[in-house]
Antibody, heavy 121, light 110 residues
Framework: QVQLQESGPGLVRPSETLSLTCPVSGYSISRGYYWGWMRQPPGKGLEWIGSIYHGGSNYYTPSLKSRVTISVDTSKNQFSLKLSSVTAADTAVYYC??????????????WGQGNLVTVSS | QSVLTQPPSVSGAPGQRVTISCTGSSSNIGAGYDVHWYQHFPGTAPKLLIYGNNNRPSGVPDRFSGSKSGTSASLAITGLQAEDEADYYCQSFDSSLSGVFGGGTKLTVL
C-alpha cells in the first residue's frame, strides 16, 4: 500500500524558508510517476504549487516559480518542497501527492494527509 | 481567485441529482486539456473522484459521473447520500505549464 505523509515544522517566521518533506512508503520513487505539492490557505480552495519527475524535470505554478524549489531524493525515497521569503499569505495546509497523466493532463491519484504551516513571528 | 470557476455551494435532498459546473478558458479546458475531480472532507486527504473527464477510479460509485464540453466541465452526482456532503474541486492544466484548480464547491445534503 503506497502512502505519503508530509513532514516539517508547523510554524515558520516571515521572510524565512518553508521546508517540507514527503517520504513515500510502499513504492520506489525512482520507478516513475511525477510527485507534487499543493496547498490550501484557510477558508480557500486548493492551489497547485508544482510537480517533479524522478529524473528531475519539473513544473512550477508561475505565481510562485521565483520562490519554489521541489526536489527528489531517491536514496531516501522522498521528495521535498522549499518556499523562500514566506509571508502570512503562505499560511496554508500543504499537501504532497503522486501525479500521473491522462493524455497530456496531469492529475493526482494519491495524496498525503496535509501539514498545516503557519507563517508568523 | 481561482483559474477555474465553480459555484461556491450546491445542495440537494437525499436521492436527488446535483451537478457542479467548472468553467475554464481557451488556455486550459478549451485548449484540449482534460478535467479531473476530487472529493475533499476537511481535515483529510483529498480523494480522486473522476479522471480524464469521465473515468472513475476503482472503488468510486457509479453515482458519480463527469463530462466535458468546450471550455467547461461538469460533475454529476445521482442518488444523493448524506455521506456525499463534502467539498468538490475540479482540476485541469494550463498553457502556462501549470496545473489549475477550481475554487471548490461545498455540497450540502439537505
Amino acid at each position: 500500500q503506497v502512502q505519503l505523509q508530509e513532514s516539517g515544522p508547523g510554524l515558520v517566521r516571515p521572510s524565512e524558508t518553508l521546508s517540507l518533506t514527503c517520504p513515500v512508503s510502499g513504492y520506489s520513487i525512482s520507478r516513475g510517476y511525477y510527485w507534487g505539492w499543493m496547498r490550501q490557505p484557510p477558508g480557500k480552495g486548493l492551489e497547485w504549487i508544482g510537480s517533479i519527475y524522478h529524473g528531475g524535470s519539473n513544473y512550477y505554478t508561475p505565481s510562485l516559480k521565483s520562490r519554489v524549489t521541489i526536489s527528489v531524493d531517491t536514496s531516501k525515497n522522498q521528495f521535498s518542497l522549499k518556499l523562500s521569503s514566506v509571508t502570512a499569505a503562505d499560511t496554508a495546509v500543504y499537501y504532497c501527492a503522486r501525479s500521473t497523466y491522462y493524455g497530456s493532463t496531469p492529475y493526482f491519484d494519491l495524496w498525503g494527509q496535509g501539514n498545516l504551516v503557519t507563517v508568523s513571528s | 481567485q481561482s483559474v477555474l470557476t465553480q459555484p461556491p455551494s450546491v445542495s440537494g435532498a437525499p436521492g436527488q441529482r446535483v451537478t457542479i459546473s467548472c468553467t475554464g478558458s481557451s488556455s486550459n479546458i478549451g485548449a484540449g486539456y482534460d478535467v479531473h475531480w476530487y472529493q475533499h472532507f476537511p481535515g483529510t486527504a483529498p480523494k480522486l473522484l473522476i479522471y480524464g473527464n469521465n473515468n472513475r477510479p476503482s472503488g468510486v460509485p457509479d453515482r458519480f459521473s463527469g463530462s466535458k464540453s468546450g471550455t467547461s466541465a461538469s460533475l454529476a452526482i445521482t442518488g444523493l447520500q448524506a455521506e456525499d456532503e463534502a467539498d468538490y474541486y475540479c482540476q485541469s492544466f494550463d498553457s502556462s505549464l501549470s496545473g489549475v484548480f477550481g475554487g471548490g464547491t461545498k455540497l450540502t445534503v439537505l
